[in-house]
């Protein structure tokens, strides 16, 4: 249990029942042998026996089995919450999906670890908690951290890769593991994975999409080491040479937009606009329909004054995906360089409304606000 986790559980305390306090709540038998975890909210030290109510104590044991699941009393807490509160799996799940789903990352991340610590051999909270930190590893992108970038991602594989060795196979779990490496541009296991969901999935939907991506997988030759050295390079704060890297993958492959948008995404990061536009360009020319690209794009004809056409790209973005924060900021500052501080404030708003931690926006904000006016 490492420091973080250690911290969640400070305000727990361990309550020991009368020996002769062998009774039964909702059909569960009580042992006074075994001592009772009890959240406190707040200062344990004012705790008292007489605080003692059903809803603490079962709050006090979801949170030891979410961040210590090999505590020698996890079996018992199992045994106790899943009787006294046996309709715990459906609305733990149901109101974690719904944090996740409105950003609020931090509960669901504490909920689908606890449905975890409940329920080991379920996959279904496995699942949904690979997604929380893929969505956290992604925010860390954003806000260029790589260090808990890197952290969270590790964490998503860690939960991905015990996922993959449940038996009976969970079909689910290498659909959603294929799309984790194909945005990590682990392109030969990502086709690997998708394969196999292929041979296991029932959902023809799911099936036949599949298929279709191992099949551009195969014809783009994405799966090329210098694609992958090239991402690496880039990511790492190594631009110059994730560029030649592309710029050499490409004479080999010129027809793969994948390389394009490394190209582009190097160029970007080192402020040639130019470049990165024709790069971006060129990548959507060859099949590129994705809402970063175009919002990569967009970045670039923003800081090269062609404001009419980074509208267009940002507005196609956004119908790709309407909740991507990014792409709403984007709008917003686009709406500011071309002199509509009313507009660029509503965008700003609604990105805040997506994710009240954006501090980008918030910057904004408060400029506007103090007749700053942001970036000119």
């Given at each position: 249990m490492d420091d973080e986790d250690e911290a969640r559980l400070r305000n727990i305390v361990y309550v020991r029942l009368p020996e002769d306090f062998a009774r039964s709540i909702g059909g569960f038998l009580l042992d006074p042998s075994i001592a009772l975890?009890?959240?406190t909210g707040g200062d344990p030290e004012r705790f008292r026996p007489g605080d003692l109510v059903l809803e603490a104590l079962l709050a006090g044991m979801l949170r030891v089995l979410a961040y210590r699941p090999d505590h020698p009393d996890a079996d018992y807490f199992?045994?106790?919450v899943t009787t006294v509160k046996p309709s715990i799996?459906?609305?733990l799940s149901e109101a974690g999906i719904l944090k996740s789903r409105n950003g609020d990352l931090d509960v669901?991340?504490?909920i689908f670890r606890a449905l975890r610590g409940l329920y080991p051999d379920r996959p279904e909270s496995y699942l949904n908690l690979a997604s929380v930190y893929e969505k956290r590893a992604q925010e860390y992108g954003?806000?260029?951290n790589p260090g808990l970038e890197e952290e969270f991602s590790q964490r998503a594989f860690d939960l991905y890769r015990r996922l993959l060795a449940f038996e009976p196979p969970v079909p689910d779990a290498y659909y959603e593991a294929a799309f984790f490496h194909l945005k990590n541009r682990g392109y030969d296991r990502a086709r690997e994975l998708f394969e196999t969901y292929a041979t296991l999935g029932e959902d023809a939907e799911r099936v036949a999409r599949a298929r279709e991506i191992v099949r551009k997988l195969r014809t783009q030759g994405s799966l090329d080491t210098l694609f992958k050295e090239a991402y690496d390079f880039i990511r790492l704060g190594r631009e110059e040479e994730g560029i030649g890297k592309a710029r050499e993958f490409l004479s080999s492959y010129p027809k793969v937009w994948n390389g394009w948008f490394l190209l582009g995404w190097g160029c970007r990061r080192l402020k040639r606009w130019a470049e990165g536009r024709e790069a971006f360009e060129k990548a959507i020319e060859l099949g590129a329909e994705d809402a970063d690209t175009y919002n990569e794009l967009a970045i670039c004809l923003?800081?090269?004054?062609e404001y009419?056409?980074?509208r267009k790209r940002l507005e196609a973005a956004l119908r790709l995906e309407p909740d991507n924060v990014k792409i709403v900021s984007n709008l917003g500052t686009l709406a500011l360089k071309q002199g509509r501080p009313d507009e660029a404030e509503r965008f700003f708003r609604t990105a805040l409304e997506l994710d009240p931690r954006d501090p980008l926006a918030r910057s904004l904000l408060e400029s506007l606000a103090s007749g700053d006016g942001g970036p000119g």
């Open positions: 975890p009890v959240e199992r045994r106790f799996l459906g609305e669901a991340e504490e954003r806000l260029d923003l800081e090269l004054g009419r056409e980074c």
